[in-house]
C-alpha cells in the first residue's frame, strides 16, 4: 500500500461529494430479527455495505469491491417496522481506493419523532477493472465544512489503518523469524 502523500496525481478529473451520496430505504420485518426480536446486526451491516457499494461504484464509474469495514458502531436497537434510512458518501480518496463513510437511521413505526441514528461504519473501497485488479478513482472534491471535516477524520483513519497493518505485519515476521510461530 502507497501513502497518500507519496502518490503521483491520476489526472483523473476530481468528482463533488454529492455526485455519489445515496441513501436506501428498507422498512424493517420479522425476517430481521434476532433472539431478542430486535433487528439483528448483521442486517444493518448488509444494508450498509450495500448502500457503501453503491456510493463506490457511482464514484469510481464502475465496480468496486469490499476491501475494509470498520468502526462499525450500533447506537440503539433498531425494531420490525422501522424504516431504516442508510445515507453514504465517499469521504476520501487515494489512488484506487476510497472511504465511504455511512450513518443509519430510524424512523420509529409507532413515534411520531424525528428519524434516530442508529449506527455509523466506515468502509474501504478498491475500485477493480474486468480482472479484479485495482484501477484508479476521481479523486474526491468536498463541497460543504462538513465534507472537508470527513476529508480529515479519513486521512487520520487511513494513516492509523495501515500503521496497525504495518506493526502487525512487522511483529508477526519478528516472531517467525525468532522460532516462536510455525
Ligand atoms: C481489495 C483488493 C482489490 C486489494 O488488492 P491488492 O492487490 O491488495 O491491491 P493494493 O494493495 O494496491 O490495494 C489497492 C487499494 O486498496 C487499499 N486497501 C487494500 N486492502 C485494504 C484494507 N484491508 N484496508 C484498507 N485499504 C485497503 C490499498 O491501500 C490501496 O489503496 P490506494 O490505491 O488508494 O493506495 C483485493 O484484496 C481484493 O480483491 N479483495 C477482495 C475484495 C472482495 O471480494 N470483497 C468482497 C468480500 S465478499
Not at 476530481?14 to 420479522?30: D, E, Q
Not at 420490525?80 to 476510497?98: E, F
Request: no cysteine; charged share 25%; net charge positive.
Amino acid at each position: 500500500m502507497t501513502d497518500q502523500a507519496q502518490r503521483p496525481d491520476s489526472g483523473i478529473p476530481g468528482k463533488p461529494t454529492s455526485a455519489s451520496r445515496t441513501t436506501l430505504s428498507h422498512i424493517m420485518t420479522g425476517n430481521d430479527t434476532n433472539l431478542l426480536g430486535t433487528v439483528h446486526g448483521g442486517v444493518i451491516m448488509k444494508l450498509v455495505d450495500d448502500a457503501a457499494g453503491a456510493v463506490a461504484g457511482r464514484h469510481s464509474g464502475g465496480p468496486a469491491v469490499t476491501a475494509s469495514m470498520d468502526e462499525m458502531v450500533f447506537l440503539e436497537p433498531v425494531r420490525v417496522g422501522d424504516l431504516v434510512h442508510v445515507k453514504a458518501q465517499v469521504n476520501w480518496t487515494g489512488r484506487s481506493s476510497m472511504e465511504v463513510g455511512v450513518r443509519v437511521m430510524a424512523e420509529r413505526w409507532n413515534e411520531s419523532t424525528p428519524a434516530t441514528q442508529v449506527g455509523s461504519a466506515y468502509l474501504v473501497f478498491a475500485a477493480v477493472d474486468a480482472d479484479g485488479k485495482p484501477r484508479p478513482v476521481p479523486p474526491v472534491v468536498p463541497e460543504t465544512e462538513r465534507d472537508r471535516r470527513r476529508y480529515q477524520e479519513a486521512q487520520i483513519r487511513r494513516t492509523h489503518r495501515l500503521a496497525r497493518r504495518r506493526a502487525i505485519k512487522e511483529l508477526r515476521e519478528k516472531r517467525i523469524a525468532e522460532g516462536m510461530d510455525a
